[in-house]
């Protein structure tokens, strides 16, 4: 199995898991379990794998597998790629993984990395405070970071601003309304919470990023602006400068520019989208960009 090849699973421990994790791997393993058997013995193989072992499986899985993403870096699948599951998680990485297809490529994106210096990436969303980043590795990696923006705490002073003051935020997606309904209450609870928390605070920051999604679903092309922008200033302060998801962070608000007639802003932003992704794409051209230099041309 792949799953127990050297350099892989060495450091996977069921035990550490939370009790949520380990309620639903063992459910998972007893179910993969049953499948497997009964698939194995139709064509006469028996399968020789207890619940812990398969548990084990799911736990490595889970640590070394990588989301597959579309050229807009949206998860569409979840795949093993050995050779890069060996590289070391930063919140401030010197490279990114980008996907064509199913072929993953890993592109340095910082220019100053030298010979000897260990390539680093980003196993989670960069757009969260380091309490948070925190959280997600350990219930997910099982390790604590221990990189320089950890250890600073850089821009938790925003991130963080006004956290305490409210406890409603992080279950704004569970709201069940009918499109304009949901869109409304969404913009009132923004619009509620961002004087006391911030533009920056990382809550608001995954809101607008729902909110800029959601206004472009209704074409109204200006509320998204405003909240691609604002997402925009967040990625800027959170990610690495030739990172990705700044990269078409930029395209989109550009495109979006573009569309509403600010001609000179969307230029200027298109050409720094195209600087990135020309870098972290660099295997193909970045069909974002092609349709927004097409759009800009006409």
């Not at 379990?33 to 072992?53: C, H, N, P, W």
């Not at 074409?219 to 998204?224: G, I, M, T």
């Amino acid at each position: 199995m792949i799953f127990y090849q050297t350099g892989y699973t060495n450091n996977v421990d069921v035990d550490k898991r939370s009790p949520n994790d380990l309620d639903v791997i063992s459910k998972l393993s007893v179910l993969a379990q049953g499948f497997a058997t009964s698939v194995f013995e139709v064509i006469g193989i028996k399968l020789d794998y207890s619940i812990q072992q398969i548990a084990e499986m799911f736990c490595a899985f889970k640590c070394n597998s990588f989301s597959i993403c579309d050229e807009e870096m949206n998860s569409v699948g979840t795949g093993l790629y050995l050779d890069c599951s060996v590289m070391n998680h930063s919140c401030e990485p010197n490279c990114a993984v980008v996907f064509k297809d199913a072929k993953l490529y890993v592109k340095c994106i910082n220019e100053r990395v030298s010979k000897g210096v260990e390539l680093t990436i980003s196993y989670i969303d960069l757009a969260q405070s380091t309490p948070s980043r925190q959280l997600r590795l350990e219930e997910q990696y099982c390790f604590k970071c221990a990189c320089k923006r950890c250890e600073l705490h850089t821009g938790d002073d925003q991130l963080l601003q006004g956290n305490e003051l409210t406890t409603s935020l992080p279950h704004f997606k569970d709201i069940k309304k009918s499109k304009q309904q949901h869109l409304d209450v969404l913009e009132t609870l923004y619009q509620d919470n961002v004087s006391k928390l911030g533009e920056m605070n990382e809550n608001l920051i995954l809101l607008s990023n729902l909110l800029c999604s959601e206004y472009i679903n209704v074409q109204q092309f200006q509320k998204s602006l405003l909240h691609a922008s604002r997402v925009l200033k967040a990625f800027e302060m959170c990610y690495p400068a030739l990172h990705p998801m700044l990269g078409i962070q930029f395209a989109l608000v550009s495109k979006l520019q573009n569309y509403l007639g600010h001609s000179a802003e969307a230029n200027h932003n298109l050409q720094k989208a195209v600087h990135i992704l020309n870098i972290t794409h660099s295997h193909s051209t970045h069909p974002f960009v092609q349709d927004i230099t097409n759009s800009h041309t006409k």
